[in-house]
């Protein structure tokens, strides 16, 4: 008599299947910001026509919260969570805490447009402080000194925004664009430093025959100068001595990005929007130099930084990134440069027509946010497959 043994074994991963928007956190943070980020401009539009009523925040400064404590710190919430899982080999938040952190970042959103201030003073403050606690627990399991800094990073995000509503509460009598100028230099330091990790990294790795090079003197000064521009704007430093500070941080920054060789990637669109993007810190540096000498007005220095290097750097490092933790192919297709060219177009249009047609800013800006509105809204609809389903080689993340 023949005994069949049966081999039971577990079901195989169906690579693409199922629901994984909590693996890992660049993916509900990436959705939740580019959904945003398409979504901010009608927001801006039907605050101007009135519609919202009398939110706790409205006009410029709802919209420059937004853009930098809603969609800039969700993306950079999800990169760091996914980075910092790799740096530490601990797991970073999944499952319910992702969600209920991603719980808290929507109900930000949704509080500063309702007339409830203090409720939307903690709760967006508790956003990145929370965020903190989360990348703080594995990196220091790991003893892994060398990122402890994002923590505080992260901390000061909301140090910054916490004194931002303050301020608009009337609590502080600093006007609420201390907090606004404090996030956009912790913003510029976030780029610079994972910009010198990983551009000239990627681009070695991307383009074959290029030697991207670091200078360690370089790379110092050029953080240095970043720290010495946050520092000096906490002192309320302006005028001539601001200028120059300004203008050698430009400098220090445009040598570091010459030996990248930008110029020879300009056939890889996955990198080379990383090299224009860093390519818009360089010049909102050298416009506000010219802003604090009189010569330009200040907003067209905001939006180089904002639009251009936030947008470009953000979206760059959405599409690169969510390929790599999907294990789909590290190559833009034609969406992902349909998304690139959008928001470097966006940005282009919003600093390069008010200073050279100032008569035609309204107009500008308004273009401006629908082709930033386009590129996120095309990021958000092609990638939320990709974010929302299993990697495609089955492992976790």
């Known amino acids: 008599m023949t005994t069949v043994l049966l081999n039971i074994e577990e079901p195989?991963?169906?690579?693409?299947?199922?629901?994984?928007?909590?693996?890992?956190?660049?993916?509900?943070?990436?959705?939740?910001?580019?959904?945003?980020?398409?979504?901010?401009?009608?927001?801006w539009a039907l605050q101007f026509s009135g519609w919202l009523g009398r939110p706790y925040l409205a006009g410029p400064l709802w919209h420059a919260h937004e853009m930098l404590f809603g969609y800039a710190l969700a993306v950079v919430v999800g990169f760091l969570f996914t980075a910092g899982r790799n740096w530490s080999g601990q797991p970073t938040p999944?499952?319910?805490?992702?969600?209920?952190?991603?719980?808290?970042?929507l109900a930000g959103r949704v509080l500063v447009l309702t007339p409830f201030g203090w409720v939307a003073a903690v709760v967006n403050a508790a956003f990145p402080i929370a965020a903190g606690i989360g990348l703080a627990?594995?990196?220091?399991?790991?003893?892994?000194?060398?990122n402890y800094f994002f923590v505080g990073v992260l901390f000061a995000f909301g140090i910054a925004q916490f004194t931002l509503h303050l301020a608009q509460l009337g609590v502080l009598t600093l006007p609420g664009?201390?907090?606004?100028?404090?996030?956009?230099d912790l913003m510029i330091f976030v780029m610079a430093v994972m910009g010198g990790r990983v551009i000239p990294m990627f681009t070695n790795n991307g383009v074959p025959g290029v030697q991207a090079r670091r200078n360690e003197t370089l790379e110092r000064f050029a953080l240095g100068a970043v720290l010495a521009l946050l520092a000096a704007d906490l002192a309320g430093l302006h005028g001539a001595a601001?200028?120059?500070?300004?203008?050698?941080?430009?400098?220090?920054?445009?040598?570091?990005?010459?030996?990248?060789?930008?110029?020879?990637?300009?056939?890889?669109?996955?990198?080379?929007?990383l090299h224009a993007a860093y390519a818009f810190i360089v010049l909102h540096l050298a416009l506000r130099a010219c802003a604090e000498a009189g010569l330009i007005v200040?907003?067209?220095?905001?939006?180089?930084?904002?639009?251009?290097?936030?947008?470009?750097?953000?979206?760059g490092m959405m599409t690169r990134t969510a390929r790599g933790h999907t294990a789909r192919p590290l190559r833009s297709d034609r969406f992902d440069v349909a998304c690139y060219l959008c928001v470097l177009a966006a940005a282009l249009v919003r600093v390069g027509v008010p200073l050279v047609a100032p008569q035609f800013t309204v107009g500008a800006a308004m273009v401006s946010g629908w082709l930033w509105a386009c590129g996120f809204m095309l990021y958000a609809i092609r990638y939320a497959p990709f974010l929302i389903r299993p990697r495609l080689d089955g492992k976790p993340g």
Request: charged content about 10%; glycine content about 8%.
């Open 242 to 273: 601001m200028a120059v500070l300004l203008a050698l941080a430009a400098a220090l920054h445009a040598a570091r990005l010459y030996l990248w060789q930008p110029w020879r990637t300009l056939r890889t669109p996955l990198v080379w929007v």
């Open 137 to 146: 627990i594995p990196l220091y399991r790991a003893r892994n000194k060398r």
């Open 94 to 105: 999944t499952g319910l805490p992702l969600a209920l952190l991603a719980l808290l970042w």
């Open 177 to 184: 664009w201390v907090g606004v100028q404090v996030a956009l």
């Open 12 to 43: 195989k991963p169906q690579p693409g299947r199922g629901f994984a928007l909590w693996e890992l956190g660049f993916r509900p943070f990436y959705l939740l910001a580019s959904s945003f980020a398409a979504l901010s401009v009608l927001l």
């Open 298 to 315: 200040a907003s067209v220095a905001t939006h180089a930084l904002t639009a251009g290097a936030i947008g470009g750097m953000t979206i």
